[in-house]
């Protein structure tokens, strides 16, 4: 079983930056791809963007050129620096590992953008 993480959420204000960190536990973090996803109040959840174990990275056109997320295998933790932050990025957002034939979520960190 895999357990993730999350943390750096928080309030901040429109134009500025937040780090969120997805550690993981009980895996072989390398085979995932990691993804993070979020949730706004009455609306699906959305995937933000994905790290692939290749390698290879995707974002919502939303967050292009905003957020970047990177990943580091050996502290088994995923990363996502949003920057110029927008009121529309505020929601809940959620680590994602997906395997081959397994996935798992974590519990989830509020982001909010309001001034």
């Known amino acids: 079983q895999v357990a993730l993480v999350e943390s750096g959420g928080g309030l901040v204000q429109p134009g500025g930056s937040l780090r969120l960190s997805c550690a993981a536990s009980g895996g072989i973090f390398s085979r995932f791809t990691m993804g993070w996803y979020r949730q706004a109040p009455g609306k699906k959840r959305e995937l933000v963007a994905a790290s692939t174990a290749g390698g290879s990275t995707n974002y919502a056109d939303s967050v292009k050129g905003r957020f970047t997320i990177s990943r580091d295998n050996t502290k088994n933790t995923v990363y996502l620096q949003m920057n110029s932050l927008k009121p529309e990025d505020t929601a809940v957002y959620y680590c994602?590992?997906?395997?081959?034939?397994?996935?798992?979520w974590g519990q989830g960190t509020q982001v909010t953008v309001s001034s």
């Open positions: 994602n590992a997906r395997g081959f034939l397994d996935g798992y």
